[in-house]
């Protein structure tokens, strides 16, 4: 332990079971000296295991769903009474598409639920750091990360409307990272991280076979929930403060392998 996060206040957004890449984040910003509250849509808090984590990061959880505007007020609210004082950081951990969940295929997308899928994964980003704002919920110098996946710049079948929502991510990032930039030195950063086994991860059809081509392709091997766990806590440390408006890939060298020697054994 290295005390990178001492007398820093985190929010975190997305933890529901021991597998999420919130959860192990978390636990990293939890040793690292961070103080911490926990977030999650109130059904994933009744069927999650987040008290768990809660005991074990002594953090107090408050119920939001992302797409609601009061729940977001409330929990901005709280977290600032909580804290004593404003947040240092932010990780917005969630995703989820009903036509993903329901096996709609590409060519028969239900359009309420992409409205929805985009809402939850993509235009939430927007909505934390629009409530953040008006509510002047953040210090100078904080850090707020998303998590992408690189079907946001490649195609991959069965990742379907959630590739739209990844680009809204990406995209929010940008613009949201140049205005929070010029009037607070806010960072705001995407994390691209590779396949990982948790239960939005294993939703998508084929995950086992995406998991296992990624793993062969990535020179280092693909990325774990641990191993993005301690990119996050260099992106809310001070030791990232210039680093804004990004897409950050972390995933064993994916993205720049055309075709590995693995890949090529396959086939002979
Ligand atoms: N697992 C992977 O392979 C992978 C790869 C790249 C990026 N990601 C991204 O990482 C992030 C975290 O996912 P994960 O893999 O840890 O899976 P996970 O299922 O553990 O986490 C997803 C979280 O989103 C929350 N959520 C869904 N709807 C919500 C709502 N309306 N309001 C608030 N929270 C809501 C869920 O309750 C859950 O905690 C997601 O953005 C995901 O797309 C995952």
Redesign the pocket.
Same mark, same amino acid.
């Given at each position: 332990m290295n005390n990178l996060l001492a007398n820093k206040n985190g929010l975190i957004?997305? @933890?529901?079971?021991e597998?999420?890449? #919130?959860w192990k984040v978390a636990e990293k910003c939890h040793q690292e000296g961070a103080n911490l509250i926990l977030t999650? @849509?109130p059904i #994933?808090l009744r069927m999650g295991k987040i008290d768990v984590l809660s005991r074990k990061c002594k953090s107090e959880v408050i119920p939001?769903? %992302?797409?609601s505007l009061d729940d977001l007020e409330n929990l901005f609210t709280k977290s600032k009474e909580i804290f004593d004082g404003k947040i240092d950081f932010i990780l917005h951990? %969630?995703?989820?598409s009903p036509n993903v969940r329901k096996n709609r295929n590409y060519g028969d997308l239900n359009y309420d639920w992409f409205l929805k899928t985009l809402d939850?994964?993509g235009i939430s980003f927007h909505k934390i750091m629009q409530v953040n704002e008006k509510l002047d919920s953040m210090n100078e110098w904080g850090s707020i990360v998303g998590?992408?996946?690189i079907a946001a710049q490649k195609t991959f079948p069965f990742y379907s409307d959630m590739a739209e929502a990844k680009s809204v991510l990406e995209s929010v990032t940008r613009s949201y990272g140049y205005r929070l930039g010029k009037m607070k030195n806010i960072r705001v950063n995407t994390i691209s991280?590779?396949?990982?086994k948790?239960? #939005?991860?294993k939703g998508i059809k084929a995950f086992e076979s995406f998991y296992k081509f990624a793993d062969k392709m990535s020179p280092l091997g693909n990325a774990s929930a641990e191993d993005c766990a301690n990119y996050c806590v260099f992106l809310f440390s001070d030791l990232s403060r210039k680093i804004t408006m990004q897409n950050l890939y972390h995933d064993g060298g994916f993205s720049n392998t055309g075709i590995s020697e693995e890949i090529i054994d396959n086939f002979n």
């Open positions: 957004f997305g @933890a529901l079971d597998n999420s890449i #919130a999650n @849509a #994933a939001a769903d %992302v797409t951990s %969630v995703g989820m939850i994964s998590l992408s996946y991280q590779s396949p990982t948790t239960t #939005a991860g």
